[in-house]
C-alpha cells in the first residue's frame, strides 16, 4: 500500500513539474499488479495473449491456447480473462469463448478449475491461471465436471469421449449440442 501511495504521489509531482493539465490516470493496487503478473509472464509456444480494447486496458484480455498433445491438439481454445478490481484478493474471471466439449468447461464457456475458485490464493498469479488452463487440455479431470455427461464417458469410454472431442472440434454435433468447429 505505501508503494501505491509513493506512485500517486510521483505522478502528481510529475504533472505539476511539467504544467500539465491533463489528468494523470489513477493505478489502482489490482491495476499494478496486473501490469506486474502480465510483464512477468512466461507463456509456452502454444499460448497467445492479446488486449482486444489496446494495451492501456490490462483488466480484460484473452489468451488463446493450442494443446499440441492430447485430446485437444491441433485445437485452438480462446479464454477471456476479466480482471476484478479486488485482485488478487479475488481471482480473475476466466470463461472460454467458444463452445467445446469438455468435462470441466460447459456449454456456456464456463472453466472448472480449482485455482479460480476455492483453492484461489492472492500469491497465485496469470501464469498460473494459464498453466492450469492448459493443464485441463492436456489433462481433463472428470472428477470435478462442468459438464457431466462428458466427465462419465472420459472415465468409462475414453475412446469414444476422444471420438466426440474430435467430431465436436469439426463443429459437428455430440449429444445434441452443436459445437463451434475450431480445425
Not at 14 to 28: D, H, L, W
Not at 43 to 59: V, Y
Not at 71 to 80: T, V
Request: with cysteine; glycine share 4%.
Amino acid at each position: 500500500m505505501i508503494n501505491l501511495i509513493k506512485v500517486r504521489e510521483k505522478q502528481k509531482e510529475a504533472a505539476e513539474n511539467a504544467g500539465s493539465k491533463t489528468p494523470i490516470k489513477e493505478q489502482t493496487a489490482s491495476k499494478l499488479r496486473v501490469h506486474r503478473d502480465i510483464s512477468e509472464l512466461t507463456l509456452p509456444p502454444i499460448c497467445t495473449i492479446e488486449f482486444p480494447n489496446g494495451k492501456d486496458d490490462l483488466m480484460n484480455f484473452e489468451v488463446s491456447i493450442k494443446p499440441d498433445e492430447g485430446y485437444y491438439h491441433d485445437g485452438e481454445f480462446p479464454f477471456k480473462f476479466e480482471i476484478p478490481i479486488l485482485y488478487p484478493h479475488d481471482a480473475p474471471k476466466v470463461k472460454c469463448k467458444i463452445k467445446v466439449y469438455h468435462p470441466n468447461i460447459d456449454y456456456d464457456g464456463n472453466v472448472c478449475l480449482n485455482i479460480l475458485r476455492e483453492d484461489w490464493k492472492p500469491v497465485l498469479n496469470i501464469n498460473a491461471v494459464i498453466y492450469g488452463l492448459i493443464h485441463l487440455f492436456t489433462e481433463p479431470n472428470h472428477e470435478d465436471p462442468l459438464n457431466p455427461e462428458a466427465a462419465d464417458e472420459l472415465r468409462d469410454n475414453p475412446r469414444s469421449f476422444e471420438s466426440h472431442v474430435r467430431s465436436a472440434m469439426w463443429g459437428e454435433s455430440v449429444h445434441g449440442l452443436t459445437y463451434d468447429r475450431i480445425l
